[in-house]
């Protein structure tokens, strides 16, 4: 195979099924990663859109059983890893060992960017089980640099091979990504990647800006299928970095025609950034969140875009969902006290 | 009115026409420009997608006549200046002294990057007629920046109050716009603006580039709506720039609604990447080679891209079409060279 200056992870076929109510079927899967596999796309990430163990009420119940698809993937691709993604607390160490049980040959555990302490369990496991093994740094937009530096530390300590900048919410700007992978990248002995979201139209632009400051690893997802207004659109991408000379070793045309011919026909929709994507990359704030700040707008009668950028501005994370009513609330006091 | 760092001029009542076939009515017209007004957009753009008399069997027929459609736009504005787009050769002066008469206030005379002299005596009529004028040299990509910049000071000379650099296929590099941007910025004393297309995922970021480099004048288009892959959608450039304190003085909530409840609707497809607008980017050509590109294919059983992407090494341009089966003929007899 041919050098590669960069590592692409295709994720349509775990951040994607987000897209489409995590209703990707084995055949679904088998055609895509085959087709991945042949342009050469050196890691393809299958999971529940929210990792292992993801199918749930809570999360969305997956059609298909995750590790079948995992399978499904494994028995198609002749020179790709498949890749599978672990948010501990979702997934367990069980999981992790049944993936790679299966044929899985890259554990991706993703925290929220202050809790990298988490992932000390399941990195250590994963480097056990010979996968090679990413620290995912999510929700990258909430934290200082600084901050940032020491988590990825802790990940680097627990032997991880990578670690990646996750902008979740589409909410970094270009140069809040140069700065942050340029501090990671002195920090550092192990190789930065970046993750993308596109609720900015800025997935292209702060990839770019990764590379530029020397990530070697990023993601892509065909189609743009992914959270949010999708992620970096991986035959674009393919074809920015061939005009800048920087080598994926990804058939071009390979992969224009898996995202033409077998991905977009899945789609019931294609992906764009809609009011409610923009909304979330512009607060920056969880995608779940949107849902509770449309109902605690109702019930105080406001916009929930003043809720939303609120939370954003009080840095509240996932989990914290009850205080999104505190919010509305006070934002509805403040505005009664200035009206009489 | 607040002032303003940028001034966008919005495109989608006039590059959005090519995205739905050049059916606007006077009821959609109405309804996207008086919400555009009422965010306070400064300049609206309507026209044939193709500019004034570009509706014709060759570049599409108009549902409705543009006159009709630009009264209807100014009759509803009560802040922001209609502006008009005229291509000379296939708009007139007398086209132009008619949109002036029924109330456009700006004019945007486009010519191909290397034929500003066409120009002159339609910026000198706009001029006349009170018009703010603009200079408008598409598919800027094709020329290194001494020839745009000697082309761009023709327009200055004619009497344009701003020079737009047109990205007309998508193709232009974040780095190549501000070589470019900063070029004309230090070579003219009027204005500088940047129209981008968004084939390579990269619309948002060259128009930033273009913003920090000194543009003061750029264009989006509500959803995305414009031919190809679309313009930089312009609510999430205002969103962008509100967060980056650049003040276009435009109301962020009102165009996120004007995006997601008045334009989403009248498209029967949301824009997206697609394999051929991707292409057209990607070998840096016009779209109106795509359909004899995919015709010369099959004659010479070839790959179309692999005729597109030579059509833009050669910097063919619009009008030379009939050279389109030369260069197919000329691929397909090099490769039964090398295969006997």
């Given at each position: 195979m041919n050098k590669r200056d960069v590592y692409i992870t295709e994720v349509a076929l775990r951040d994607g099924s987000h897209a489409i109510n995590h209703s990707y079927t084995i055949d679904q899967v088998t055609e895509v990663a085959k087709a991945l596999d042949e342009a050469h796309v050196p890691f393809i990430e299958v999971?529940?859109?929210?990792?292992?163990?993801?199918?749930?009420?809570q999360y969305g119940l997956s059609t298909t059983n995750e590790m079948e698809l995992i399978s499904a993937a494994v028995s198609v691709c002749k020179q790709a890893d498949i890749a599978v993604l672990l948010l501990p607390g979702i997934g367990t160490v069980g999981d992790l060992k049944e993936a790679a049980n299966i044929g899985a040959r890259m554990a991706r555990i993703a925290t929220h960017v202050t809790e990298a302490d988490v992932s000390k369990q399941h990195i250590k496991v994963a480097k056990e089980l010979g996968m090679e093994t990413v620290g995912f740094l999510m929700m990258a937009h909430m934290v200082p640099t600084e901050k940032l530096i020491e988590q990825a530390k802790l990940m680097e300590s627990y032997g991880a091979d990578t670690v990646y900048v996750v902008d979740s919410a589409g909410a970094l700007l270009p140069h809040q990504v140069k700065e942050r992978i340029r501090a990671l990248r002195e920090a550092l002995n192990v190789n930065v990647g970046f993750h993308g979201h596109n609720n900015l139209s800025l997935a292209m632009a702060n990839t770019?800006?990764?590379?530029?400051?020397?990530?070697?690893?990023?993601?892509g997802s065909v189609r743009c299928l992914g959270a949010g207004a999708g992620n970096t659109q991986t035959e674009v991408l393919v074809s920015v970095l061939d005009r800048m000379n920087i080598t994926t070793a990804i058939d071009l045309y390979k992969m224009m025609d898996v995202a033409e011919d077998i991905v977009a026909p899945i789609l019931d929709q294609p992906q764009e950034i809609t009011k409610g994507s923009l909304v979330l990359g512009y607060a920056g704030v969880y995608s779940s969140f949107l849902l509770h700040a449309?109902?605690?707008?109702?019930?105080?009668?406001?916009?929930?875009?003043?809720?939303?950028?609120?939370?954003g501005k009080q840095k509240v994370v996932g989990g914290q969902e009850d205080m999104i009513l505190d919010v509305a609330s006070d934002i509805a006091q403040k505005r009664m006290t200035f009206s009489t």
């Open positions: 999971s529940h859109g929210d990792g292992l163990g993801g199918s749930s009420l770019l800006v990764a590379i530029e400051e020397g990530a070697t690893r990023v993601d449309n109902r605690a707008a109702q019930k105080f009668n406001l916009d929930p875009r003043d809720i939303l950028i609120e939370l």
